[in-house]
């Protein structure tokens, strides 16, 4: 059964940084397309960086273009997602996402089965 489970949200100035986790159970983090979504409060959930099987090729949306780095630890079974210089603009709760489907991260949440239960991101100004 495949789980997922994030961590590391959290309340920072803008400017500042986190780290999320997402440790996953039940499969292996590179064997499955993994990706981060956000949703804020009123907008539609949103596609925020893809990590690809095998070579682990990475994709960002790009409002977090050279801000955000999305990383997998095989040893550790997570994913992670680092957030640099964070904007008031990237307050969210964040999910991961897995699937096996052999598209790209961003065609949409529809395609992604599993889910993490989200972790909340406040940035104030």
């Known amino acids: 059964q495949v789980q997922l489970v994030e961590s590391g949200g959290g309340s920072v100035q803008a400017g500042g940084s986190l780290r999320l986790s997402c440790v996953a159970s039940g499969y292996t983090v590179s064997s499955y397309l993994m990706a981060w979504f956000r949703q804020a409060p009123g907008k539609k959930r949103e596609a925020v960086a893809g990590?690809?099987?095998?070579?682990?090729?990475?994709q960002y949306v790009d409002s977090v273009k050279g801000r955000f780095t999305i990383s997998r630890d095989k040893a550790k079974n997570t994913l992670y997602l680092q957030m640099n210089s964070l904007k008031p603009e990237d307050a969210a709760m964040y999910y991961c996402a897995a699937d096996t489907f052999g598209g790209a991260y961003c065609r949409g949440d529809q395609y992604f089965r599993y889910w993490g239960q989200g972790t909340q991101v406040t940035v104030s100004s």
């Open positions: 990590i690809y099987t095998s070579r682990g090729n990475t």
